[in-house]
């Protein structure tokens, strides 16, 4: 079956615009959690999801950052007035079940940020 | 406070030696821990998991092996094959209702040299 997919593949945004990035998980998963992974990283947990519940958002570095799951299914990242410390990739990833299980997480390819 | 660390930034290896990849972590209450493989321009690919109530799992040619006094873990790849260069996190998460968000060490690059 489809694995996760990210959308764009690559963005470049000039300082101060906002972007607006897109994942779809697994079809039927109700977990979906967004990462960041800076250059020579490991990712960083931002925010989760279980169906269109943001249960927690924790990880988002600051109120620039806000992430939807409205439907329960497609999840959109959005961040406003970039700055060049967003320059990351944003790793989006999905489990089958709700939190609180040893589940794994599979991940799609990522959108790789560049501010300038 | 990084609470998932991998020291070895780097590891080369012959083909057909053992890779051994190591991770220490400082929380307590993580209580499974799954290892990652990332190849460039793509997600990471989930290769293997331990629950805290086991000290090996084996699938194939990867084992992995918990030492919860010491707080430590390590995957081992035997034979290690061309194809398993990559770079490799050691992930960790604790049973929480909002969500088993992972965290994961800084990844280590493996090399395996024909």
């Known amino acids: 079956g489809a694995g996760v997919s990210q959308s764009p593949r690559y963005k470049v945004a000039k300082r101060g615009q906002d972007v607006a990035l897109r994942c779809d998980p697994i079809?039927?998963?109700?977990?979906l959690f967004w990462y960041q992974q800076a250059l020579g990283q490991g990712p960083e947990f931002l925010t989760y999801?279980?169906?269109?519940?943001?249960?927690?958002k924790s990880g988002l570095p600051s109120d620039r950052f806000f992430a939807e799951r409205p439907e329960g299914s497609v999840s959109t990242l959005k961040i406003q007035r970039t700055q060049q410390e967003d320059s990351a990739v944003y790793l989006c990833a999905s489990s089958r079940l709700a939190g609180g299980f040893q589940e794994t997480q599979y991940f799609g390819p990522g959108t790789r940020l560049l501010v300038l | 406070d990084q609470q998932v660390k991998q020291n070895s930034p780097s590891l080369s290896v012959q083909e057909g030696r053992i890779s051994i990849l190591n991770c220490d972590y400082t929380n307590s209450m993580f209580d499974y821990f799954l290892w990652y493989k990332k190849y460039p321009a793509e997600g990471p690919t989930f290769l293997i998991s331990i629950s805290s109530i086991k000290d090996k799992n084996e699938d194939g040619r990867f084992t992995v092996f918990l030492n919860k006094s010491a707080k430590h873990l390590s995957l081992h790849i035997v034979p290690s094959q061309p194809g398993d260069s990559a770079v490799y996190f050691c992930a960790a998460s604790e049973e929480r209702a909002a969500g088993n968000k992972l965290t994961f060490g800084g990844g280590t690059r493996v090399l395996v040299k024909p």
């Open positions: 079809s039927g998963h109700v977990s």
């Open positions: 999801f279980q169906n269109e519940a943001q249960l927690d």
